[in-house]
Nanobody
Framework: QVQLVESGGGSVQVGESLRLSCTAS????????VSWYRQSPGKQREYVAV???????NYADSVKGRFTIWRDNEKNTVYQQMNNLKPEATGVYSC?????????WGQGTQVTVSS
């Protein structure tokens, strides 16, 4: 059974930074497209960023220039550096590997940004 563990969330002030991690077991992240999603209070889950198996990356317009996603193949981990955080970044962040077998979701990690 695929296991995903997200970590790195916390409570920060506006303008501060956090680094999220998504570590996987029983799935090789380098062979997947791995996305980060955010579930904010009262809102639908929304896409944040993705790194595909070939290494290309894409970001939601709202985070371009402030968030960076990358993958460490040796650690089987995908990271997301989040800089200059804004209150709208508050929510539960989950990683989602996708391959031909489907999608996998972790439990998520809470990020709270206070002004």
């Amino acid at each position: 059974q695929v296991q995903l563990v997200e970590s790195g969330g916390g409570s920060v002030q506006v303008g501060e930074s956090l680094r999220l991690s998504c570590t996987a077991s029983r799935i090789v992240l380098s062979t997947n497209a791995v996305s980060w999603y955010r579930q904010s209070p009262g809102k639908q889950r929304e896409y944040v960023a993705v790194v595909v198996s070939g290494g290309a990356r894409n970001y939601a317009d709202s985070v371009k220039g402030r968030f960076t996603i990358w993958r460490d193949n040796e650690k089987n981990t995908v990271y997301q550096q989040m800089n200059n955080l804004k209150p709208e970044a508050t929510g539960v962040y989950s990683c989602k590997p996708t391959n031909r077998n489907g999608d996998y979701w972790g439990q998520g990690t809470q990020v709270t940004v206070s002004s």
